[in-house]
């Protein structure tokens, strides 16, 4: 039986974008040593998404399916503020019927989701 995900981020700088997920985004997490911190991920969910070309990460000698991740929150705007206070930038809000979307920039220069969601939601 499956009983959890882990997601992996990949990133040109992971010890700031670790201590950003750690200290922003306050995230819970254990050390397994050596700084490596896994981080707990809220309730998730998962849907397949066509795709333009090949989306895939190479890993462990595989070629695995490519992904995007976006925290989900009830109220965009609340989440935006609360993270503006802290100094984190948000990109421009999206509007889509599946949602209200903005980004948050990591210290790497990546930019991960967040949206308030419009659609049943798989809880």
């Known amino acids: 039986m499956i009983n959890g995900a ?3 981020l990949y990133s040109s700088n ?9 200290d922003f985004l306050k995230l819970r997490f254990v ?7 896994i981080f707990a991920l809220p309730p998730s969910e998962i849907a397949v998404h066509p795709a333009e ?3 895939v990460q190479a ?3 595989r070629k695995l399916a490519g992904s995007i991740l976006y925290f989900m929150c009830d109220d965009l705007s609340a989440e935006m503020k609360a993270l503006q206070a802290t100094n984190v930038k948000c990109s ?3 509007e889509a019927e ?3 979307a903005t ?3 990591l210290p790497s220069g990546m930019e991960l989701g967040l949206y308030q969601p419009k659609h049943a939601r798989a809880k």
Not at 14 to 22: G, Q
Not at 31 to 37: C, I, K, M, R, T
């Open 14 to 22: 992971p010890d700031a974008d670790r201590a950003f997920l750690k």
């Open 31 to 37: 050390d397994v040593g050596h700084g490596w911190l």
């Open 92 to 94: 421009e809000v999206l």
């Open 59 to 61: 890993h462990a000698g």
């Open 98 to 100: 599946w949602g209200i």
């Open 53 to 55: 070309t090949d989306f």
């Open 103 to 105: 980004t948050i920039r």
């Open 6 to 8: 882990h997601f992996l």
